[in-house]
């Protein structure tokens, strides 16, 4: 059995993706493994929460492993799956407002909108990039965090968002322009959204039980 799985190595990711719709269903962790980083980052770019972000990562990938043999590769499966995950983030973000504005008919704290990532950096110059990005208009943020700190290209940024060319490239600039002035000096990618592999084994390891 150990040696079956040494061999996949081998495997393109169609070959892979086959077998695990033909019933191999430990492959998956190989998948996860390879986009995890790419669906935690553009995923925080929408709702600035790690922890949901690790939430709709889980049903993202689950959403994806039920529809593996509609997946017909007419763009990449990596383009696919994000697109998957962008829709669970966009959903999950829309019933986050409408649980909102119930809360603040009924008079709960609803004045604090200090974002959750703020509490959670550890280092002055990670707080200042991710407080600039979060502040970042939702359409700027997306393009940015996919072409510049997921170094997705132009054409996976247009296939993921369904926009044209020209909109990726005017949202970047734009993107660029609103954040220069504070992070000229300071932006490395890597810093950003940072995920390591605790992280990583928690995504992993929770979707597999439900497989």
């Known amino acids: 059995m150990s040696t079956e799985t040494t061999n996949t190595d081998t ?36 709702v600035n929460d790690a922890q949901e ?15 593996l043999p509609d997946f017909r590769q007419q763009s990449g499966f990596g383009t696919w799956l994000t697109r998957i995950l962008i829709n ?12 909102n504005k119930t809360l603040m008919e009924s008079n709960e704290k609803a004045q604090h909108t200090e ?39 132009t054409i996976e940024t247009m296939e993921a968002l369904d926009i044209g060319e020209s909109n990726v490239k005017i949202r970047l600039t734009r993107a660029r322009e609103m954040l220069r002035s504070e992070l000229n000096a300071y932006w490395k990618p890597g810093q950003l959204y940072a995920f390591n592999l605790v992280r990583c084994d928690v995504i ?6 439900q497989l």
Not at 53 to 67: F, K, P, S, T, V
Not at 119 to 135: C, M, P, R, T
């Open 11 to 46: 495997f393109s990711e169609e070959e892979i993706i086959q077998r695990i719709v033909n019933g191999e269903k430990a492959l998956y962790e190989r998948i996860m493994r390879k986009y995890n980083e790419q669906l935690y980052r553009i995923s925080m770019s929408i």
């Open 53 to 67: 972000a690790e939430d709709i990562m889980q049903n993202a990938y689950l959403n994806a492993y039920r529809h």
């Open 88 to 99: 669970e983030s966009l959903l999950h973000k829309k019933r986050k407002v409408q649980q």
């Open 115 to 153: 974002t959750p990532l703020e509490s959670l950096v550890n280092k002055e110059l990670k707080a200042i990039l991710e407080k600039a990005v979060a502040a970042l208009p939702e359409k700027y943020r997306m393009v940015f965090v996919m072409r510049e700190v997921q170094g997705m290209s």
């Open 204 to 209: 992993v390891n929770h979707v597999m039980k």
